[in-house]
């Protein structure tokens, strides 16, 4: 009622300069936010420069300096940005570097985020979930939207040298070959996607609704396809969060059902609380099976899960690399593999978990699920390809 009687007796011209100021908020919001760019899809191993790669600055509580580390040594930093992308930090008041190093130093005094590690932990029993870390000192904060993303910084560099070893798919049409002839005859393709909450797009800033608003990465994937391709994709989304191999086997008649030309399976974070690798290799061979006898045309990529937490009690990460290794054995004949194991075996040797999670424990930031759907792409798209 008060705002009500404070609206209706608000002079005209007040009310002008305020409704200017809100178009002017919302103007400011329109031109940060998330645009479809290839760059940005392009994979962070092949390009020269590496797109909006996130860290979290951790702060020496004595010197008051913070530092992290990037994928790569870095040549020329092209920008850093909070991770709305609508504040770009200065070099030199708030970060330095040396180039060729990987390390990017926060002096005191800097207005880039920056936080201690005990800011990364909560009380025992003072969460929603059980998070308790494996140092046994209290739990590893949970964030449920975008709480992570809000303490990360995007860092856009070049490359000083590109030491990436870790063996990365290749594009090959005769893999996955009557999907990449309807995209390549610019006919419409089909994909069901049935995974866990990643699937879901849980943690990305678009599903959080908060800046950028960057879309999860099965999004990302649709999109790049239509850009590159010039064709209409149909993407239906069946994950559920919380789920693992055996429920995935429940959804297979609903798969059939859709007539998809390609199915992704993507499970493992949850099946690796409890699954052996072989119960899981067998499930997913099951749901391969299923798929078949139903669509005996479809083609399938079998997604190898990106790591959780190390520090997280619920997880046993040693499975990790042993699902991957099962769905090794099951590729061929129109089933290929997205290896987002060996990927994130690799990031947490030059970054911090803290620098690539979402919500702290299961599921990647903007940054991941971009890297996401650059491997996927990788197996659909050949980069030197040319659509008439």
């Known amino acids: 009622m008060t705002q009500a009687l404070n609206r209706q007796h608000r002079p005209a011209h007040v009310t002008a300069v305020f409704l200017m100021l809100m178009v002017n908020v919302a103007s ?3 031109e940060f936010r998330w645009k479809y760019s290839a760059k940005q899809l392009q994979p962070f191993w092949q390009a020269e420069v590496v797109h909006r790669e996130s860290v979290l600055f ?4 004595k010197t ?7 994928l790569f040594p870095v040549q020329r930093i092209v920008s850093v940005l909070n991770s709305s992308g609508m504040i770009e930090f200065q070099q030199g008041d708030d970060f330095r570097f040396e180039p060729g190093s990987r390390e990017i130093l926060v002096p005191v005094g800097s207005r880039i985020v920056t936080k201690v590690p005990q800011d990364l932990r909560r009380e ?8 308790t870390h494996r140092d046994g000192k209290g739990e590893i904060l949970f964030a449920a939207k975008l709480e992570y993303h809000d303490m990360q910084t995007w860092v856009t560099y070049t490359k000083a040298a590109n030491d990436w070893s870790v063996k990365m ?13 309807k995209l390549r005859s610019q006919k419409p393709v089909s994909i069901v996607l049935l995974g866990d909450s990643i699937s879901t797009g849980c943690n990305a800033s678009g599903w959080a609704d908060g800046a950028p608003h960057q879309p999860p990465y099965q999004d990302l994937l649709q999109l790049h396809l239509e850009a590159h391709y010039g064709t209409k994709v149909l993407l239906t989304n069946l994950s559920v969060g919380g789920t693992s191999t055996p429920w995935g ?13 390609l199915l992704i399976l993507a499970f493992g974070m949850n099946d690796s609380a409890g699954r052996s690798a072989e119960e899981y290799g067998r499930n997913i061979a099951s749901m391969i099976s299923k798929t078949r006898e139903g669509i005996p045309t479809a083609e399938l990529i ?15 990460h040693d499975v990790f690399p042993l699902y991957r290794d099962e769905l090794a054995e099951l590729c061929h004949d129109g089933v290929a593999l997205a290896d987002m194991t060996s990927v994130w075996i690799e990031f947490l040797k030059r970054k911090k978990d803290w620098d690539l999670t979402g919500n702290g424990v299961n599921h990647p930031n903007d940054f991941g699920h971009r890297v996401y759907a650059q491997v996927l792409s990788t ?3 050949d980069r030197d390809s040319k659509i008439p």
């Open 249 to 261: 086997l429940t959804m297979i008649d609903k798969v059939v059902e859709l007539q998809p030309d």
């Open 169 to 181: 798919p290749g594009f090959d049409a005769a893999m996955l070959p009557l999907t990449i002839q």
């Open 124 to 131: 025992p029993g003072s969460q929603k979930y059980k998070l």
């Open 28 to 30: 400011s919001q329109d």
């Open 302 to 316: 079998l997604v190898a899960s990106m790591l959780g937490n190390r520090d997280w009690t619920a997880l046993n």
């Open 64 to 70: 008051g300096e913070a530092r992290a580390s990037l």
């Open 58 to 61: 951790i702060r020496d509580p």
């Open 379 to 381: 197996l659909l798209i």
